[in-house]
Structure formats: structure tokens, C-alpha cells
């Protein structure tokens, strides 16, 4: 009985694990999309801004560690 037991936890623990890898990309995926590599986080802000205000983005998002060096654009397209 014990067996039985210790074999539907694993079954189940291994298809909750195995939804949640397949779920997460595609969640990721739907969301921010990447656009490109700015020298600083200001020209960043600038072009993200620019994706705002033509409509082609809701909403942007860039990824610094510091305020002077190269940012990542992401934005969320409409």
C-alpha cells in the first residue's frame, strides 16, 4: 500500500513539475517581447517611449544595472 502511495505522489509531483515547464515560456512569451540593446539606460527610456507613443507598444520596460550602461528594451506590442 505504501509502494502504491509513494508511486501516485511521484506521478503526481512529476506532472505538476512538467505543466509548469510548459506553461512558463509560453506565458513569457505573451508578454514583454525583446527589441534590442541601447548604450544607456536613457536612450533606452527614449525609444521605449517612442514605441508608446507611435501605439505599436503598450507599455516598455528596460533592463540596467546602472544608469550609464547598456539597457535591454522590452515592450509589450498591441
Known amino acids: 500500500m505504501s ?12 506532472l505538476v513539475a512538467g505543466g509548469a515547464l510548459i506553461a512558463a515560456p509560453a506565458a513569457q512569451a505573451s508578454t514583454y517581447t525583446y527589441i534590442g540593446i541601447y548604450p544607456t539606460a ?24 546602472t544608469e550609464t550602461g547598456p539597457a535591454r528594451l522590452s515592450v509589450v506590442l498591441r
Open 3 to 14: 509502494l502504491r502511495k509513494a508511486f501516485s505522489a511521484a506521478a503526481v509531483a512529476g
Open 42 to 65: 536613457a536612450a533606452c527610456h527614449t525609444a521605449g517611449q517612442a514605441y508608446v507613443n507611435s501605439q505599436r507598444a503598450v507599455v516598455y520596460f528596460c533592463d540596467t544595472t
